[in-house]
């Protein structure tokens, strides 16, 4: 996470979004009134989609599951019943 404060900010605010949106680097700016992140739309995407798995009672243990299943104990994909 790069730190910095809200005066530099404004003076490189081109350069480090374009850091943050191409290595999904979050900056954390510092003001006298508290501090704020900026994260890349992909990394705010992935946050929202995580939190909203989280919400749904029982997924987090399939997902852990799932993960824990060797893949020689998968079926292919074409034969699942979507």
Not at 18 to 24: A, D, F, G, H, P
Not at 25 to 33: C, F, G, L, M, W
Not at 39 to 55: C, K, V
Request: proline share 5%; net charge negative; hydrophobic share 35%.
């Amino acid at each position: 996470m790069h730190n910095t404060n809200i005066t530099n900010f404004r003076k490189n605010i081109f350069g480090l979004l374009e850091q943050t949106i191409k290595y999904n680097e979050p900056v954390n700016i510092s003001t006298k009134d508290g501090n704020a992140v900026i994260i890349s739309e992909e990394d705010y995407n992935g946050l929202m989609e995580t939190l909203y798995l989280n919400s749904i009672p029982g997924m987090r243990e399939k997902i852990i599951e799932g993960m824990n299943t060797p893949l020689d104990e998968c079926i292919p994909e074409n034969e699942v019943d979507w």
